[in-house]
């Protein structure tokens, strides 16, 4: 049941389910190698940002530790790209050997912004699901468990034939890649022009479609949330919007969730991030989702705006960690 945190201290009472919750998370979470030889309460908690793999792939885990992330999202590819080259082995062993990716308690993937699985017989059609595939079997490689995926956009055919759609070609290419362990994440979307997954009804509608629903799991940005009509701008909002994802999605979908506040104003579907206290969620929801013992164990995402020194994820981590600390 959600309820709001304490706005003085953490009780010791939750500072203990926080990191037994924590544990429990941490195993189920990294499933190709053991993550840390040091206390996996060190990881926690698991928060990070939207980090550049400029100069290799492997470049990206040195930026993000750099900066005290524990966790990291990353591109795999070039995002605005239909196709890469093959990511050479040697790249690949690069990422996973490296000698600090025990700091990193989590990495997700996010999918490239033109792969569209909401419509059918078009020639992107089969451009989306041959680069996505790649995407899973690149993730195979890094031994990265996630893959964020925005749904897709219908193009005007409507929400229910786009959500047909999108179960149809997830269940292609899960029947295409039967053995993989990497799980597509489906993302909330802020429904701007005909994307699909503004309101949580239509992310339930894929997963009770598709065959294999175990396969997928579910990220929820705030802002994109925030947007398509979830008032986030107060802590009483967040614990109604968690407890609507946790009735009619499910809390133990919930794999990851991005940390950004909304430029846009409530309910006007336009995908707009802000740095967290600049936009229109404001603090109090930020400090309420940290305080959270229900989200405690779930990996937070910054995709807020950054200069190339990363700084501004360095000042919005310090204060994500600051809603933890006894005052």
Same mark, same amino acid.
């Given at each position: ?21 924590? @544990? ?9 190698? $053991?993550?840390?030889?040091? #206390? ?10 939207? +980090? $550049? ?32 080259? $093959? ?13 600090? *990716? #025990? ?37 195979? %490689? ?5 893959? +964020? ?28 890649? $039967?053995?993989?362990? +990497?799980? &597509? ?54 614990? %109604? ?7 009619? &999605? ?15 104003? @409530?309910? #006007? ?6 740095? =967290? ?5 404001? =603090? ?6 940290? *305080? ?5 164990? &779930?990996?937070?995402? @910054? ?25």
């Amino acid at each position: 049941m959600f309820c709001e945190g304490n706005d003085q201290n953490i009780s010791s009472e939750l500072f203990i389910l926080y990191f037994s919750f924590s @544990l429990l998370r941490f195993i189920s979470f990294i499933p190709f190698f $053991p993550v840390s030889k040091s #206390s996996p309460t060190d990881l926690f908690p698991l928060l990070g940002s939207h +980090v $550049p793999t400029i100069g290799g792939v492997a470049t990206a885990i040195d930026r993000a530790v750099g900066i005290g992330c524990t966790a990291m999202q990353i591109f795999v590819k070039n995002n605005m790209q239909w196709f890469a080259k $093959p990511l050479p082995d040697a790249d690949a062993k690069a990422f996973t050997e490296h000698p600090l *990716r #025990s700091r990193l308690g989590v990495v997700v993937a996010h999918a490239g912004y033109l792969i569209n699985l909401g419509v059918e017989g078009t020639e992107n059609h089969e451009k989306s699901l041959k680069s996505l595939s790649d995407e899973m079997l690149r993730c195979e %490689q890094l031994g990265i468990r996630s893959l +964020v995926l925005h749904p897709g956009s219908h193009l005007g055919a409507g929400i229910e034939a786009g959500t047909a759609c999108v179960i149809r070609n997830l269940d292609r290419l899960h029947g295409e890649h $039967p053995n993989l362990k +990497v799980r &597509i994440t489906l993302e909330t979307t802020a429904g701007q022009g005909a994307c699909l997954g503004a309101r949580f009804e239509e992310i339930a509608a894929i997963l009770a479609g598709v065959k294999d629903p175990k396969r997928l799991e579910v990220c929820l940005d705030t802002a994109h949330a925030f947007a398509a009509g979830y008032d986030l701008s107060a802590p009483k909002g967040a614990e %109604q919007t968690f407890a609507e994802f946790d009735r009619v &999605i499910g809390m133990n979908r919930l794999s990851c969730l991005h940390i950004n506040d909304s430029k846009a104003k @409530l309910g #006007s579907r336009v995908d707009r991030h802000d740095n =967290l206290g600049k936009g229109l969620i404001g =603090l109090d929801t930020f400090r309420w989702i940290m *305080r959270s013992p229900e989200l405690a164990t &779930i990996p937070k995402i @910054l995709e807020t705006p950054k200069g190339k020194d990363l700084a501004e994820d360095v000042e919005a981590m310090a204060l994500l960690r600051s809603f933890l600390q006894k005052n």
